[in-house]
């Protein structure tokens, strides 16, 4: 059963960056996907950015697209998702998780990051 903790939230200026960070544990990391996903409060989680296990390849939700990078590091066992150009709707609990497309384990507690003057 997979395991994540995610680290690096915090309060930012709008306009500011930030770099979460994800290490996983409980399976293995190189033979999957990897995504990060925030939720806004009363709100369903959303995908943000996805990475898939072999080609690279990523997938950005609109409106973070140009602005956030997602990378995952096989050796490490961490994905992270970098974070540019914040504004105050990017305010939202941010977790990871398995799966280029859809969660495949349970969640972990997530990082909180705030965007606010």
């Known amino acids: 059963q997979g395991q994540f903790v995610e680290s690096g939230g915090g309060l930012v200026q709008p306009g500011g960056s930030l770099r979460l960070s994800c290490i996983a544990s409980?399976?293995?990391?190189?033979?999957?996907?990897m995504a990060w996903y925030r939720q806004f409060p009363g709100k369903e989680r959303e995908l943000v950015a996805a990475?898939?296990?072999?080609?690279?390849?990523?997938n950005y939700e609109a409106s973070v697209r140009g602005r956030f990078t997602i990378s995952k590091d096989n050796a490490k066992n961490t994905v992270y998702l970098d974070m540019n150009h914040l504004q105050p709707e990017d305010t939202a609990v941010y977790y990871c998780?398995?799966?280029?497309?859809?969660?495949?384990?349970?969640w972990g507690q997530g990082t909180q990051v705030t965007v606010s003057s």
């Open positions: 998780n398995a799966g280029f497309k859809n969660p495949v384990f349970t």
């Open positions: 409980g399976f293995t990391f190189s033979t999957y996907g």
């Open positions: 990475v898939a296990k072999a080609s690279g390849a990523t």
